[in-house]
């Protein structure tokens, strides 16, 4: 096996034994696809969670919602994931197995994601392509199949189609007219969502980066297209982006420049995409991934999703090799116009108002109250509104009118006048435009522990640690006394006590076995910081401070301790 | 309609107008049973969960898991949900309408829930039940409906039946080895999940409190049944509780005492179930629960789930009368011994030490070495092994003996010697009971809602004030400048950036409209303060507090606003 291997191996393991992600159900034989986040890794999740809510929220106009999991058909139709949310499956004639038919010629085309049916079936039977279960080269032809989770809502005539949703998104866009009622119809706004997301894996491979259950986190940011955006991206001057700009066709390479000339130079289509990317970047590394290993990778237009009009990758690295961590794509229009057309829902435009309102000259079928009153009596005026808001004027009498309230009269000659008159046009209805970042959690927490994974020596032993950012770590510190005797036990608990009473901050005590046993296993979990309770804690109350990154010591009273921890400032000592 | 009536859709109106909760999907049509928290609700439903976990966490010796909610059919079939997670449904025959059959008898017995398919159709008949789409009389006998929503995972073979989890506790069930590695296999300890949870229902009914897809919160307590509990209550001595204990045939009646008290007369069966029926009591209250509307109720022995040794119900009481929102069951080793059963698993016990070892008198078959040596060679320690733990003596001669390799030797009379020997039993295995608290937070957040509801009057005009706890309060503030001039809104924007700096704080600036229309809007969805600034900000500095629940003012030092809001402790100033 590869070093790379064995790296993997040896972290997939370490995450397992000690509670943190492993595959779900395995006591009833696993089910592919499926995680668990175990006593330590729910921690590590829900802090994950925090920050990126907390990364959105604060910038002011942007607010959390929670929608069911559960999404009618209609829904997912009108969105277009019924007809196109596929892979296609390649199935063995002689075992029946089946794979993913992009993934048997990954090593025989840049971008398999790409093809159809029929070119995939081409490179599979051009190159040899044999069975990776039984070795057979007896293929089925390509089939498109659709990844949602397919279910039923209700008993009555064997219930309403349904699928768990593939996505958050679709819960922002359907309740958009919410949304932009809480905002009191001002765009730019945006609301996230954190959940599950479901995608039914015909092959489920690569541990976590692939699963059929995950932490989903997305933003939809709305926002008028013809609005002009003058994002400051000057903080980000002195960061250097590592892009790989669509190739249109030629080869792709990575470019390196500040995000704001990546704008300026086009490469970046929209000042909002341009802004989200260095707001992505700015969360996943404070969340402790190695900048180093963050690049941009721009879809080609062949393979952008059914909507974008411009899509970039963050990508991450590690032990699977560049993995797609985080989406950012400008949707255009396209959901909004999509539920309004399947719905013919009328709340899911903005209103712009022009500068200055527009003056026009327009043609109406005007009434003539002395013939419409008398002979419409106390329908006359809804018959006269209904004449003045006709959009083609009438070329033949008599002719039926339809009313506001369902109902038509019939219209003649003599009531009515063809006129032109002025008419001042204040503003208009439009679809707002979306950017989303779109974020998958479990594959970032899944980088940010391999970025973390250290395996190292000690006196001739293997030695583990989790390099984990305390933004993000499951326990801030460990309590340790050094012996359970003599009232050092006794001292832990009551400082794990007090650190635990500190906001956002979690500490366990620990008391068995050596203490190099103990900071073995809190190293082995990512806890930044030891606290060694000893002799000479009892005779004048200071307390050792151990830092996990490089294991050095200092030795303060357990007073400044906490007014350390509670300002988060524990590195300013060392 | 009655006053409840119409205070109960004055209430709904103002969850949807102001984006807390409303029925999801309503642009495709909607799908009854399911809702959405909005950009104002999903704060609340936030913080609620937050406060749940923290309240057990903080007991030490309790973790939090996150689990996949799509569940493989073996499980669930293990857990006995695939077999008895059902309620009736009737199908007239007449209009083909389904309504669950207790539903329709509600009127006509006093414990619907607890009848047989029998049972309840002798009931509809017998008292000439109406269909009530149709009111026809000709109904299909009832027959029981699974609950859940069912899918499937991948695509071999047509995929792997499953389902959405029912409930969160399984998860617990399924990783409680990777639980008892954490704590070191030392018991009693605890896991808690908060998340979806699935219940296809026949016909949802009253709003939030009947969803198909809902907010859970379980906590799975491992315990040892022959462990002695001296759980302190004392902390509750001075809190009167509302018991309705099993009426055992009898009629239900209302005691209220100490819970102590309860536990000392075996009302409560075991001390755990009472601790957590304070725990729970006091989380409730905690969150701005009106104390005088809960209770707990005994479940009765035939209404019992199917694994309950002891159940109580903490009901809250609101505008649907009493209803069930919190259940706190001794499940007994109900679970753990289902999986076992199910997967042969060995990780589902724990171990308990005697406190003295036991000697024993016990026969064993000991191998004769001169003879067994020779004639299995290699394979002799193994044979051997074997032979001693024969828990049955053998008979007759030869005979196969099976080795843990799984292959077999036969055994002729002259290799064995049946003798008694001493042994010593240093402990047993055992499968550990399990205690739960489950909770369901939307009926929880409804009954929050309904007790803080007001509706009152002000000059003339209705006037809605949502008195929430501030510790789940969406925004704990809102800052207002008087006007939108003169520097009043800057300093607005400043403080309330200061606001929302300090942790766990929420604040929102509103400038537009009247300032009277402002804390309106303000009471309306429950927040604690609002913060005006005025020209008397500008000239000294001072800002006006003003609190929502008795709508008085003071007037304080900005700087004087942050330190209060920071200690949580504005409440002091009035």
């Not at 907390?54 to 997912?76: A, F, M, Q, Y």
């Not at 341009?274 to 963050?294: H, L, N, Q, R």
């Not at 411009?310 to 396209?334: K, N, P, Q, T």
């Not at 606290?531 to 050792?544: F, L, R, V």
Request: proline fraction near 5%; charge should be negative.
């Amino acid at each position: 096996m590869s070093d790379e291997g064995e790296r993997v191996n040896s972290l997939v393991s370490l995450l397992k034994r000690r509670g943190i992600i492993f595959p779900a159900f395995s006591i009833h034989g696993g089910v592919a696809g499926l995680f668990d986040y175990g006593p330590v890794g729910a921690r590590l999740l829900r802090k994950v969670q925090n920050q990126w809510r907390e990364h959105w929220i604060s910038k002011g106009n942007i607010v959390e919602i929670d929608s069911p999991t559960i999404t009618p058909e209609s829904v997912l139709k009108a969105s277009g994931h019924v007809d196109a949310f596929n892979d296609h499956a390649s199935e063995c004639r002689s075992c029946n197995a089946i794979f993913r038919s992009d993934h048997l010629i990954e090593s025989h085309h840049t971008n398999p994601d790409s093809l159809d049916s029929e070119e995939l079936g081409m490179i599979i039977s051009n190159n040899g392509i044999k069975c990776p279960s039984c070795g057979e080269q007896q293929w089925h032809q390509p089939r498109p199949m659709n990844l949602m989770f397919p279910t039923r809502i209700g008993a009555t005539g064997g219930g309403r189609a349904a699928y768990m949703r593939p996505e958050t998104a679709q819960g922002m866009f359907v309740t958009f007219p919410m949304i932009q009622r809480h905002f009191r119809n001002r765009l730019p706004f945006g609301a996230i969502q954190v959940g599950k997301g479901y995608r039914n894996e015909i092959s489920p491979r690569q541990g976590m980066i692939r699963q059929r259950e995950f932490n989903m986190a997305e933003l939809e940011y709305f926002i008028d297209p013809e609005a002009v955006f003058e994002n400051d991206l000057s903080n980000w001057n002195d960061t250097r982006f590592q892009f790989i700009p669509d190739p249109k066709g030629g080869d792709s390479e990575t470019i390196e420049m500040m995000i704001s000339d990546a704008l300026d130079s086009n490469i970046i289509r929209h000042p909002v995409v341009a802004k989200f990317m260095a707001e992505t970047y700015d969360f996943i590394v404070s969340i402790g991934a190695d900048p180093s290993k963050i690049r941009f990778r721009q879809h080609e237009s062949d393979e952008m999703a059914h909507y974008a009009t411009d899509c970039w990758d963050l990508e991450m690295f590690g032990s699977y090799g560049w993995i797609e961590c985080v989406g950012i794509a400008h949707r255009g229009c396209y959901d909004l116009e999509a539920h309004e057309l399947a719905t013919n829902s009328n709340e899911l435009r903005a209103w712009r108002e022009f500068s200055k309102p527009i003056e026009v000259e327009k043609m109406v079928a005007s009434p003539i109250s002395s013939i419409v009153g008398p002979t419409f009596r106390e329908r006359a005026k809804d018959v006269g509104d209904a004449l003045m808001s006709l959009d083609e004027m009438p070329t033949s009498f008599p002719f039926n009118l339809l009313l506001d309230d369902g109902t038509s009269v019939s219209i003649e000659e003599n009531m009515v006048e063809v006129k032109q008159i002025h008419d001042m046009i204040r503003g208009e209805w439009f679809i707002p435009h979306v950017v989303e970042p779109a974020f998958g959690l479990d594959r970032i927490i899944w980088h940010l522990l391999d970025h973390g994974y250290e395996i190292t020596e000690k006196e001739g032993e293997e030695y583990l640690i989790l390099h984990l950012s305390e933004n993000v770590a499951p326990y801030e510190l460990v309590v340790l006394p050094l012996f359970e005797k003599d009232g050092m036990s006794e001292i832990a608990h009551q400082i794990r006590t007090k650190l635990i009473s500190l906001s956002g901050i979690n500490a366990y005590y620990d008391g068995s076995k050596s203490i190099g046993r103990r900071y073995a296993r809190a190293d082995e979990i990512g806890v930044p910081w030891a606290i060694t309770i000893d002799y000479t804690t009892i005779e004048d109350g200071t307390i050792t401070v151990r830092r996990r990154d490089d294991q050095s010591q200092i030795r303060i009273s357990h007073d400044d301790l906490i007014q350390y921890v509670s300002t988060n400032s524990l590195n300013t000592l060392f």
